[in-house]
């Protein structure tokens, strides 16, 4: 579906949103434009956890290569994930390999990429030869310990030596698939960095890199499958799951900094939305960024202008009646709220409806395909616990909500938690079934329930970190060793809740609401009662203690 573009319009069109990896990989693109010649792209995925929407940025890219001219080989990196995942089987990394196949194809179809222009290969299917085995063996004489670490932090910290060889996999990849371009994250670029050094060694030819931005967590940093449920969005969580995970970001009224939505829509349903714009007829758009007369976004409210990619409903401030605010570009929208024309609420609304509106697609083909849920069930065991008739737990379920940059405190500590944010381990709960919850004190309410199923998990003890704070624990839970593993798997265990502190301002008010949970941590909870949010507004409790610890306990039942 190339159109009649230029070597520049080209140009433009394959590196928007992308940065360029040096000036040679740029040098590298326009010969390779000037010459009419078809590029061929890699990108690659490891079977690894499951993946969270960060995934849609880079294949909403494949749209723009196909329009100049380009096709996409999705690289599904097997060998590299048994190999930096040394703790499951190759039968379950298998698996999880016809997982993603399945998730990566509905998400390119949910996206409304062409995928004739698409083809899919597994990294163990080409490693089989002489030649490719000879190729690695030089390479691995070539390359030191260190030149492997410096490829990323995954790799680096790691005392195993499995970890070490991908890097070197995934080069030796761009070779044997014949590409011209490999894109990938911006976690990729020491990767990158190896093959231009190493490759032309063999004799192979240096190919040019493209860099795609990483999405922000719903709270700040890296969207990572390995990060707690709530800071991340995954392609199969159910509408509710999404609306509730959106209420909870980040996001600050005015404010572009940390904020967990906005790159949202910069990133992910601005870009969709021009591509279902764009794919829907015949390609006839004027220019690169131009658009085909008549046609708006699928995120447009109805009877927007032309050209309009999302809407954001408005409440008037003196009725009930709403209208809507048009955008053509992410930088119009991001002015208007930085301006205090959209409520944070407001988009947060329009975010959840137009996320839904496209992972909904990838839900029925889920529900549709039986091979597909055979390979989740077979390649995330986790998630299908015996006695549940094959029903899928979701990720708030599953116990992946982690508390791991939680810092325990006793109770006399928990006073000097005015001193500044933190995260407080509030106790073991005295009840015959174990709790399931973390409370988030701020910014949304004074406390949120977030669900997580683990009754079948036996209470462990806490590793003593009432020490550690909380910026220290940010960076120990980076790591992946036995120490952080250890402080994983107690800070989850079904003995105890969890208060969170992290955002919360450092008041007399927040350490009180503090030791009344600790306090509170010791009774057992009766009289189940409806909770309503607005029953836990931020800001200065005006119920008396009596009064607060009594709605907490029907809060927990």
Not at 6 to 23: D, F, M, P, V, W
Not at 58 to 67: E, G, N, S, V
Not at 137 to 142: E, Q, R, S
Not at 260 to 286: C, Q, Y
Request: hydrophobic share 40%; with cysteine; proline share 5%.
């Amino acid at each position: 579906m190339a159109t009649a573009l230029g070597a520049e319009q080209k140009y433009s069109l394959i590196t928007r949103r992308l940065e360029i990896q040096n000036g040679w990989s740029g040098q590298k693109l326009q010969s390779l434009l000037a010459q009419g010649k078809g590029i061929k792209y890699q990108w690659v995925t490891a079977p690894t956890g499951k993946p969270h929407i960060g995934y849609f940025i880079p294949l909403i890219k494949f749209a723009d290569f196909i329009r100049a001219g380009g096709e996409i080989v999705v690289e599904f990196i097997d060998t590299y994930a048994f190999l930096v995942n040394y703790k499951f089987p190759w039968e379950q990394v298998r698996h999880r390999t016809k997982y993603y196949k399945a998730l990566i194809t509905a998400a390119l179809k949910a996206v409304g990429v062409p995928m004739s222009y698409v083809s899919m290969v597994e990294m163990s299917s080409y490693q089989v030869t002489q030649q490719y085995m000879v190729d690695f063996w030089k390479l691995c004489a070539l390359c030191s310990q260190q030149d492997a670490r410096d490829t990323g932090a995954e790799v680096g910290a790691s005392t195993m030596l499995s970890p070490l060889l991908t890097p070197l996999l995934q080069e030796l990849g761009e070779e044997y698939l014949g590409v011209d371009v490999e894109f990938g994250g911006t976690d990729q670029r020491g990767i990158f960095n190896l093959g231009e050094q190493f490759l032309p060694d063999l004799g192979y030819e240096k190919r040019a890199h493209l860099l795609n931005e990483l999405l922000p967590s719903l709270t700040g940093g890296k969207m990572s499958s390995s990060h707690p449920a709530h800071t991340k969005i995954m392609f199969l969580d159910d509408a509710d799951a999404v609306v509730e995970k959106l209420a909870g970001a980040a996001c600050p009224p005015g404010t572009v900094q940390g904020n967990g939505v906005l790159p949202i829509i910069e990133h992910i349903l601005m870009p969709i939305s021009e591509i279902r714009m764009l794919f829907t007829e015949s390609d006839k758009a004027n220019g690169v960024n131009g658009h085909a007369s008549s046609r708006v976004g699928m995120f447009a409210a109805k009877g927007a202008s032309e050209g309009t990619l999302f809407s954001v409903s408005i409440r008037g401030a003196s009725c009930e009646c709403r209208s809507h605010r048009n955008y053509c570009t992410y930088e119009a929208l991001q002015k208007d709220y930085v301006a205090g024309l959209i409520d944070a609420d407001a988009l947060k609304d329009a975010v959840a409806r137009a996320l839904n509106q496209v992972l909904q697609p990838i839900r029925d083909m889920y529900a549709a395909d039986n091979e597909w849920r055979q390979a989740d069930q077979a390649g995330y065991p986790e998630d299908w616990p015996e006695g549940q008739n094959g029903r899928r737990r979701s990720e708030d379920e599953e116990g992946s909500f982690k508390a791991p940059s939680s810092v325990p405190l006793s109770g006399s500590e928990l006073s000097n938690v005015v001193t500044g944010p933190a995260l407080v381990q509030c106790g073991e709960i005295a009840t015959t079934k174990p709790p399931k919850t973390l409370i988030s004190v701020y910014p949304q309410t004074v406390f949120h329930k977030v669900v997580s199923e683990s009754d079948k998990m036996a209470p462990v003890q806490l590793p003593d970190v009432s020490t550690v704070t909380a910026v220290d624990l940010a960076r120990l839970i980076e790591r992946d060793d036995a120490e952080t593993t250890r402080l994983v798997e107690a800070l989850e265990s079904p003995g105890y809740f969890y208060l969170d502190l992290r955002n919360a301002p450092a008041t007399k008010a927040i350490a009180d609401q503090a030791r009344l949970m600790y306090a509170l941590s010791e009774n057992y909870f009766e009289q189940p009662a409806e909770i309503k949010a607005e029953d836990f507004r931020q800001g200065q409790p005006s119920w008396s203690d009596r009064g607060f610890v009594a709605r907490i306990r029907r809060l927990f039942t």
